[in-house]
C-alpha cells in the first residue's frame, strides 16, 4: 500500500472531514494522473463541498423517496430531492474541468496525444 501523499495544495476553506476525504481522493486522482496544480485548490474546494451536499441530500432522499408530506395531508417534491439535484449538476460540471467522467478523460487525451509539427520554440 502506498504511502498518503501530502504533497496536495490545502484547501480554500474549511472542510468537513467528509468533504476532506473527498478533496483527498479526487487530489490523488488528479496526482497521478499528472494534472494537480495549486490553482486546482480554489475548485476542488468546491467541488468536494458540492459532491459532500449531494451525499447527504440524496441519503434524506432515499429514506422517504423524495416525498415531503404537509400537515394538511397533501405531497410534494421534497426539498432535499431539489438540493440533491441543484448540487449534482454543480459538481458534475465541476468535475469536468478535471477529467473525472469517462468522457471527459478520453477527450483530454485526445488532445494531449494528438501530433503535431516540431517548432524551434520545443528546444528553447
Excluded at 440524496?58 to 417534491?77: F, H, I, L, P, R
Excluded at 468535475?95 to 471527459?104: C, E, I, Y
Aim: aromatic share 8%; with cysteine; glycine share 8%.
Amino acid at each position: 500500500m502506498s504511502k498518503e501523499n501530502t504533497d496536495y495544495p490545502e484547501p480554500t476553506g474549511a472542510l468537513n472531514d467528509d468533504a476532506m476525504g473527498i478533496y483527498r481522493n479526487i487530489c490523488e486522482h488528479l496526482s497521478v494522473a499528472g494534472g494537480l496544480m495549486k490553482a486546482d485548490a480554489y475548485i476542488l474546494t468546491d467541488l468536494a463541498r458540492w459532491i459532500d451536499l449531494a451525499d447527504r441530500a440524496w441519503a434524506e432522499v432515499d429514506k422517504n423517496c423524495g416525498v415531503q408530506v404537509y400537515s394538511t395531508g397533501s405531497e410534494g417534491v421534497s426539498a432535499f430531492y431539489t438540493v440533491a439535484k441543484n448540487a449534482s449538476d454543480i459538481l458534475i460540471k465541476l468535475a469536468t474541468k478535471f477529467g473525472l467522467s469517462t468522457k471527459d478523460r478520453e477527450l483530454m487525451a485526445q488532445f494531449k496525444n494528438k501530433g503535431r509539427e516540431k517548432d524551434d520554440l520545443d528546444d528553447i
